[in-house]
């Protein structure tokens, strides 16, 4: 099956530096990417859709110049988040869609833990 | 907006008991859904899904699911629990909104099987 990679795993950074965080489809290509929050004992959050060769769209209430999305090609889009503060300590998950049995699913990442200090 | 709702937020079950979750979407149009489980400290794992046809789905470690259109529901079911199953549940859909195919996720809920 189609497998989504991300990195890092887990990153622990301090107040005010910025994070990148990876994610790839390994074998196959997305013209989309989806990245999301989950706080501890919370529902994933969708953020914002990456997509490849022009802007992300933002979900409501996310802050785009915090939150830097790149889709660089179509198998890598970055999220990085600027000036990290101890609010932003959560699991960041990636995914991408790919067909299987003739409809769309999403294959999801393992996800990276930040923790800003 | 696509929404997703789960009722219950947290379930106790001994072992053995029957399981159903569940789910309950708003969407106008085509959806895929999904049920997802998430065990302590681990990533989401696929447990099912329904894209199309049957709608009484049967997933991994006997889950199954049914689609049922009219009351726009996604059911998660066990017939018997084990341990192995504590986890959260999460259910979800798939579905096109503003051009793109967007993913929304329930609240989740915790099981807590009680050997």
């Known amino acids: 099956g189609a497998v989504v990679s991300q990195h890092p795993s887990r990153v622990i950074c301090k107040s005010g530096t910025s994070v990148k965080i990876e994610c790839r489809s390994l074998d196959f290509q997305a013209t989309t990417m989806f990245w999301y929050r989950q706080f501890p004992k919370q529902s994933l959050m969708l953020m914002a859709t990456?997509?490849?060769?022009?802007?992300?769209?933002?979900e409501q209430g996310v802050e785009k110049d915090k939150f830097l999305i790149n889709h660089a090609s179509l198998t890598l889009s970055t999220l990085t988040v600027t000036s990290a503060h101890p609010e932003d300590s959560s699991f960041y998950i990636c995914s991408a869609p790919g067909r299987t049995s003739g409809a769309i699913e999403q294959f999801f990442g393992p996800g990276t833990r930040l923790t800003v200090l | 907006a696509q929404s997703v709702s789960q009722h219950n937020h947290h379930v106790i079950l001994s072992e053995a008991a029957s399981l159903e979750l569940g789910c309950n979407y708003s969407?106008?149009?085509?959806?895929?859904l999904f049920w997802y489980v998430q065990y302590p400290g681990q990533h989401l794992q696929l447990l099912l899904k329904y894209f199309s046809g049957d709608p009484l789905v049967k997933g991994i470690k006997g889950f199954e699911a049914e689609f049922i259109k009219s009351k726009f529901s996604f059911n998660l079911r066990k017939p018997s629990v084990q341990w192995s199953d504590t986890a959260e549940y999460f259910c979800a859909v798939n579905a096109r909104s503003g051009g793109y195919q967007k993913v929304t996720f329930g609240t989740g809920t915790k099981l807590q099987v009680i050997p």
């Open positions: 990456s997509n490849e060769g022009s802007k992300a769209t933002y």
């Open positions: 969407y106008g149009g085509t959806v895929n």
